[in-house]
């Protein structure tokens, strides 16, 4: 499939199959804002939960927080956010296009008119969103929406370090909102103004924050591997000097081949110590550790991935969109791993007939406390593969009239199409194992 082909057909299948809307649609939409519909945020949920469960509830430490967006606006005066977190931003002077001066074409052309030689002279513009608290609008009142979770956790080190009784090498893990005001958003959900963020920030003895931050690298690559993207869609790439970010002592990043060309997924960033030292200074508290075994004090480094949900949420559903021609039928699937997908299991009564209903009610209410599971029974039964196929479903129960005498239902799976015949009593052990 042609790349461009394969980004509009993921973006129709969302919108069709009710993953993700354009944002206030019936107003004409709203500036490359998104909603996740019903199935859009299950699967959201699944890759929050499988980012969770493979950085929080594996591991003996890594603890979580749960910080606010809105912080004392000192917070991004000592992060430098305030300084430095800008893109040099031009205007084309013939079509009044704003552009990010470091995303032109070689060409020097305007890429929205063409013209050439049109662009003003660059001026660094400050991403975050400003907004005010109280009914005052004074610069006493100024607040920023957070631009990355990372500064909540850096905020409360101690809190949490103190209470959790952990000792560095460890980490605290977050997932949360974060905002930026992008000159140039696009390309469906890989780059938005308002977005949720999976950061870990892993606080390390300084010495060892080389290795941390190749463990980590290689950790985190294989975290998208194993939730199902080949390889050969992945590869780290080390930032240059001049791209490294205010606070970032060396960074690699986790690319994926999207149909416009490899781009990033996921930053690992060796931050050094610059964030704590920078909030002991501007708080007045000391945020170093004490090691009492080495009996040394020192300000821990930190090393510190952070992903993107919808954009990893993107690069699952592009790595899992396909298209086959079965018996001359184009067959549309995605093939998400089961923990991704937004069902785990759909329940299909054969055709719509009142001896059937109560045995297809009795299943989907057996299996609804234990999978994700949607109950349908509209149209051919061939269609409602079809349907469930198409958002990924990785198998679906078929209950028909043989069901009435042999108390069995037929098990199909969505990558092989194949069928198998399970008891009833034996359905919720045959698909648990079927899907872990
Ligand atoms: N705390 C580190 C940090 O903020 P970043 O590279 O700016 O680093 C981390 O962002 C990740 O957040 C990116 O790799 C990407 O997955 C996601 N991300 C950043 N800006 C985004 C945006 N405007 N829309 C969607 N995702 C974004």
């Known amino acids: 499939m042609a790349k461009p082909d394969l980004m509009e057909r993921v973006v129709n299948l969302c919108k069709r199959r009710g993953l993700v809307f354009p944002s206030s649609e019936i107003y004409g939409g709203f500036r490359s804002t998104w909603d996740y519909g019903p199935f859009g945020v299950l699967m959201k949920r699944n890759v929050k939960e499988a980012w969770w469960r493979s950085m929080v509830q594996l591991r003996d430490d890594v603890v979580g927080l749960d910080s606010a967006i809105l912080m004392h606006p000192r917070v991004w005066e000592a992060s430098g956010h305030v300084q430095a977190f800008t893109d040099p931003l031009v205007d084309c002077r013939n079509c009044k296009e704003r552009f990010r001066a470091d995303q032109l074409p070689e060409s020097g052309a305007c890429p929205n008119c063409g ?55 460890f980490g605290i893990a977050q997932i949360g909102k974060a905002f930026r005001n992008e000159i140039t958003p696009g390309n469906f959900i890989f780059r938005t103004r308002e977005f949720e963020m999976m950061e870990l920030e892993f606080f390390v003895p300084p010495e060892d924050a080389p290795t941390w931050f190749e463990y980590w690298c290689q950790e985190r690559l294989r975290w998208f ?27 690699a990043d986790v690319e994926f081949a999207y149909p416009w060309g490899w781009g990033e997924l996921e930053g690992i960033a060796n931050r050094g110590d610059f964030d704590l030292t920078q909030h002991a200074k501007f708080s007045g508290q000391d945020l170093s550790y004490f ?46 791993d089961p923990r991704l997908a937004p069902l785990t299991v759909a329940v299909l009564p054969l055709s719509r007939n009142e001896r059937l209903n109560p045995v297809a009610a009795e299943v989907a209410d057996m299996l609804r406390p234990r999978f994700m599971i949607d109950v349908d029974d509209a149209g051919s039964i061939g269609r409602r593969y079809r349907r469930q196929d198409e958002v990924g479903t990785p198998l679906c129960v078929t209950v028909d009239f043989d069901t009435l005498d042999d108390r069995a239902a037929t098990v199909r799976d969505r990558d092989s199409m ?15 194992e079927r899907l872990s």
């Open 225 to 251: 591997v194993d939730l199902g993207i080949p390889e050969d869609k992945l590869r780290l790439r080390p930032h240059d000097p001049d791209e490294l970010s205010h606070y970032s002592a060396g960074t």
């Open 418 to 432: 194949a069928q198998d015949r399970v008891p009833i009593e034996k359905l919720v052990t045959h698909l648990e």
């Open 115 to 169: 013209a050439k030689g049109s662009f003003t002279e660059a001026r660094q513009f400050n991403l975050m969103f400003k907004t005010f608290v109280g009914p005052v609008e004074d610069d006493a009142s100024v607040a920023y929406l957070r631009p990355e979770t990372a500064q909540g956790i850096f905020v409360n080190f101690l809190n949490v370090q103190t209470t959790s009784r952990k000792k560095p090498p």
């Open 291 to 336: 090691d009492q075994e080495a009996d040394r004090r020192y300000v821990p480094h930190v090393i510190e991935p952070s992903a993107g949900a919808d954009r990893a949420m993107l690069a699952f559903l592009l790595a899992a969109y396909d298209e086959e021609e079965v018996r001359g039928e184009k067959r549309t699937v995605l093939r998400l």
